[in-house]
C-alpha cells in the first residue's frame, strides 16, 4: 500500500474528523513535490474532488466544503491532512487521499476511509 489513509467513522451531523494520509517509503521521493488531494465517493455517486494542495501552497476546495474543511500536509512526515468541520450527511462517502505527480501524470490513490454523517 503507497498511501495509507485513517481517521475515518461515525460522527453526528455538527461533529468534527480529522483524516490522515502517510506515504510510504516507495513513494516518499516524489511526494513533497507533488499536489496533493482528497477526494470522495458517495453512493452510487462519481468520485469527486474536495480538496488539493499544490506543492507550493495553493489550495483549491470543492464549493461544498469551503469553510468546513481544510487542506494541510507536513513534508518532513509524509502526510496529508483533511481537517472536517461542521460535518453534514452528505459529506458521507469513502474518503480516498491522492498524490498527483504533475509532471508524469501520474496518480497514487490511498485505500479509502468510510466517514459517515448521522442527522
Known amino acids: 500500500v503507497q498511501l495509507q489513509a485513517s481517521g475515518g467513522g461515525l460522527v453526528q451531523a455538527g461533529g468534527s474528523l480529522r483524516l490522515s494520509c502517510v506515504a510510504s517509503?516507495?513513494?516518499?521521493?516524489?511526494?513533497?513535490?507533488?499536489?496533493l488531494g482528497w477526494f470522495r465517493q458517495a453512493p452510487g455517486k462519481e468520485r469527486e474532488l474536495v480538496a488539493t494542495m499544490t506543492s507550493r501552497g495553493t489550495i483549491n476546495y470543492a464549493d461544498s466544503v469551503k469553510g468546513r474543511f481544510s487542506i494541510s500536509r507536513d513534508n518532513a512526515k509524509k502526510t496529508v491532512y483533511l481537517q472536517m468541520n461542521n460535518l453534514r450527511p452528505e459529506d458521507t462517502a469513502v474518503y480516498y487521499c491522492?498524490?498527483?505527480?504533475?509532471?508524469?501524470?501520474?496518480?497514487?490513490w490511498g485505500q479509502g476511509t468510510q466517514v459517515t454523517v448521522s442527522s
Open positions: 491522492n498524490v498527483h505527480i504533475v509532471p508524469l501524470a501520474r496518480h497514487y
Open positions: 517509503r516507495a513513494i516518499s521521493s516524489v511526494f513533497n513535490p507533488s499536489t
